[in-house]
């Protein structure tokens, strides 16, 4: 195994050795690469070969290895209010992929679980899909992206079991609630994986749109709009999949209008 992983945060300015010391317990980056190699012989019987990086994100520590030449992520947790969620959204992402999907499919443990808490931690392991993350300069991927999220909001509407407390109202169905690209991978043909499950909510389809719509272009820094010409394209490519009536259309609007207003866009 690699003798010290690199260490960085996905987002925050925050220093990551401290982070991993305060939020994981872990004394350095070796000490974690040990724990997750240790874990997940021990758990999956995988053989970790090489971790090559550790990223951190809020109370979440991801773990970039390699075993038997195939890459895999394992990705755990420290807050416990969120365990049932994300064993909830790990159901759910492999009833997704079922369906064809594409998403990266949890790998199950020796047990079956897909996600599983030890330590007090709760801890999944996913295979490293190709691709770059979505490019909104390109109209292909765009219009792409489009299909995919009807495609998404099809699959999802008629997902069996509820997750958290449920719809509220008859209009309501689970969504994505974070489809943009940072979450989209695309190889240059097409859309490889939807990623990153865990902010699923209920609300209407079209209300998800329209939040995918403002936000499409953004990843992890420097957010901004997407242009005029990027949002007419992302929804006309929805549209030609799941036409929305006058009524949708004109609350599609109203919705962009709210989420560029919430980032100060407006």
């Known amino acids: 195994m ?6 960085s945060m996905l987002w ?6 401290e982070a991993l010391s305060q939020r994981f317990g872990f004394a350095d980056a070796v000490s974690a690469a040990g724990w997750v190699g240790d874990t997940l012989w021990d758990t999956w019987a995988i053989t970790v070969d090489d971790c090559e990086r550790l990223v951190i994100s809020a109370g979440n520590l991801l773990a970039w290895i390699t075993a038997d030449d195939i890459r895999l992520i394992a990705k755990w947790s420290v807050d416990s209010k969120l365990f049932q969620r994300l064993a909830d959204t ?8 079922r369906c064809g999907i594409p998403v990266a499919a949890p790998i199950p443990a020796r047990d079956g679980r897909l996600r599983v808490e030890l330590d007090d931690v709760s801890l999944g392991v996913f295979p490293v899909i190709g691709g770059d ?34 719809p509220s109202a008859r209009h309501e169905q689970l969504v994505h609630n974070d489809f943009r690209s940072a979450n989209l991978l695309h190889d240059g043909t097409s859309i490889t994986a939807v990623l990153d499950f865990e902010e ?23 957010w901004e709009p997407t242009s ?37 866009w407006a």
């Open 200 to 222: 699923v909510t209920y609300r209407s389809g079209v209300s998800d749109l329209a939040k995918a719509t403002a936000l499409l272009g953004t990843r992890f820094h420097d």
């Open 2 to 7: 690699k003798i010290t992983p690199q260490l």
């Open 133 to 166: 993350l979505l490019d909104v300069g390109d109209p292909a991927q765009v219009i792409e992206a489009g299909r995919m999220l009807a495609t998404l909001h099809e699959a999802m509407a008629a997902y069996p079991h509820h997750i958290g407390g449920g």
């Open 90 to 97: 790990a159901t759910l992402t492999m009833w997704l992929h």
């Open 12 to 17: 925050e300015s925050a220093d990551p050795e």
């Open 228 to 264: 005029q010409l990027v949002r007419e394209a992302f929804v006309g490519a929805y549209c030609d999949q799941a036409p929305l009536t006058n009524a949708e259309q004109s609350q599609l609007q109203s919705g962009i209008e709210a989420v560029m207003k919430h980032f100060g």
